[in-house]
């Protein structure tokens, strides 16, 4: 398992498979090869449905994201 946390108060968002981490990062651009964070907003999560990545994610970061415009989330083994 795979822990989501908010990245700047390290708060837990949730938990994902190792396969549904591989469809976030193949969906997603990385920095480098040790990425671990990303910004993620509207059109990010736009972009991750048209990309098919799994719905529970999508629902995951819908949540974290809430009201706010945008949040950067940090991904870490369980």
Known sequence: ??????A???TLIGTIT???LEQLIA???????????YYINRATIDLLQTRAVDKDVIDLLLRALG???DIDIRW???
């Open 67 to 69: 009201d706010s415009e």
């Open 8 to 10: 700047a108060t390290r």
């Open 1 to 6: 398992m795979i822990k989501l946390l908010d």
């Open 27 to 37: 969906a997603l651009e990385e920095e480098s090869a040790v990425d671990r964070d």
């Open 76 to 78: 870490e083994p369980a």
């Open 18 to 20: 190792e396969e549904q």
